[in-house]
């Protein structure tokens, strides 16, 4: 059975960091692309960043470039984010997602209908 599972979230102070885990079971994560997309309330989901199948290539929203970092273990079949500088407008439920290994091989946007296997998310909360 398919599954993923995110894990590290929680409540931070701003300037913060938060390490976020994605772990995959069911499938063999090298032949995957890696996604995360995070909704805060009352907001449409979007894609935060992406990882290609290889690891050559990664994504990001403009407004984490440079405070957030994607990478990927395939021997260990999980995906990590390293979340620096957390803002309070960074608050959202975060999700881990699953696309085929084409998906994020060149630069642009990270689209929700292009992952097709997601995680029950992990909430992020900044506050002081």
């Known amino acids: 059975q398919l599954q993923v599972v995110e894990s590290g979230g929680g409540l931070v102070q701003p300037g913060g960091s938060l390490r976020l885990s994605c772990a995959v079971s069911g499938f063999t994560l090298e032949y995957y692309a890696i996604a995360w997309f995070r909704q805060a309330p009352g907001k449409e989901r979007e894609g935060v960043s992406c990882?290609?199948?290889?690891?050559?290539?990664?994504n990001y929203l403009d407004s984490v470039k440079g405070r957030f970092t994607i990478s990927r273990d395939n021997a260990k079949n999980t995906v990590s984010l390293q979340m620096n500088s957390l803002k309070p407008e960074d608050t959202a439920v975060y999700y881990c997602a699953a696309g085929s290994s084409w998906r994020c091989l060149y630069p642009g946007a990270i689209r929700r209908d292009e992952y097709a296997y997601w995680g029950q998310g992990t909430q992020v909360t900044v506050s002081s």
């Open positions: 990882i290609a199948s290889s690891g050559g290539n990664t």
